[in-house]
């Protein structure tokens, strides 16, 4: 795909995000549009950059990895993908925001790399609002009690939740799975625990993300949207 054809689309989905927004009363700035670059090459990842586009998210930590060094340092990198516990050492320091936590051991993992290196590394817990048992998450009834352990952990942030919504042949169908997301984000807030911030909810894709928007998504993940399909 060519600079202008992902300038139009760029364009065309901050436009789509800012009229959900209306449609709520939402004020737009508070939405943040990450490009999906999976399986795109650095180049092309370049030419959104200077679209305008600087946040971008990686399903793969060797990818992220081999493509960072590549690309203007200005790029803020999230990883959105399953992250293995033996990956952890390589991606911790790299990422602004770790979106895909599914259990307390992954994120015991992530606060020991952190230490190793003295930082703080922020995280949003992945929710499976659905059930989908090919998918990864936290079940949500168990949730509330996981979180009070997971935030003992010293060197983790948790900025909030994710979740990836089935796939369905209308985003009418998926509207709940995002409201029940912002409900149990809300309950966790009235938690007050500690370094527990409900700030971002990581939700909405290509084919959903305007729904998403109207239900609270403050993170949208979009990629074919943006680049095309992918060459798997």
């Not at 990450?34 to 990842?45: L, P």
């Not at 290196?117 to 090919?134: F, M, T, Y």
């Not at 984000?185 to 109207?214: H, K, T, Y």
Request: aromatic share 4%; hydrophobic share 40%.
């Amino acid at each position: 795909m060519d600079s202008d054809s992902i300038n139009n689309n760029l364009m065309k989905v901050t436009d789509e995000i800012q009229k959900a927004c209306e449609r709520v009363g939402r004020d737009p700035s508070t939405v943040k549009l990450i490009a999906v670059s999976k399986n795109f090459s650095a180049e092309t990842i370049r030419e959104a950059f200077v679209a305008g586009q600087y946040l971008f998210g990686e399903n793969r930590v060797q990818e992220l990895c081999t493509k960072m060094p590549l690309l203007p340092a200005e790029i803020e990198w999230h990883l959105i993908g399953t992250l293995q516990r033996n990956k952890v050492k390589n991606v911790v320091g790299k990422t602004a925001l770790i979106h895909s936590v599914d259990s307390f051991s992954l994120a015991e993992e992530i606060s020991k790399q952190a230490i190793k290196k003295d930082l703080l590394v922020n995280i949003l817990l992945q929710v499976n609002i659905a059930g989908e048992s090919a998918k990864h998450g936290f079940a949500p009834g168990k949730l509330m009690e996981e979180i009070k352990e997971i935030c003992k952990l010293s060197r983790i942030k948790i900025k909030g939740l994710m979740t990836i919504a089935p796939l369905v042949d209308h985003p009418e169908k998926v509207r709940l799975i995002f409201r029940q997301l912002k409900i149990l984000a809300e309950s966790i807030e009235n938690l007050q625990l500690p370094r527990v911030e409900m700030q971002e909810l990581s939700m909405g894709m290509s084919d959903d993300f305007q729904v998403a928007v109207e239900e609270g998504a403050t993170l949208v993940r979009i990629g074919s949207r943006i680049f095309g399909r992918r060459n798997y």
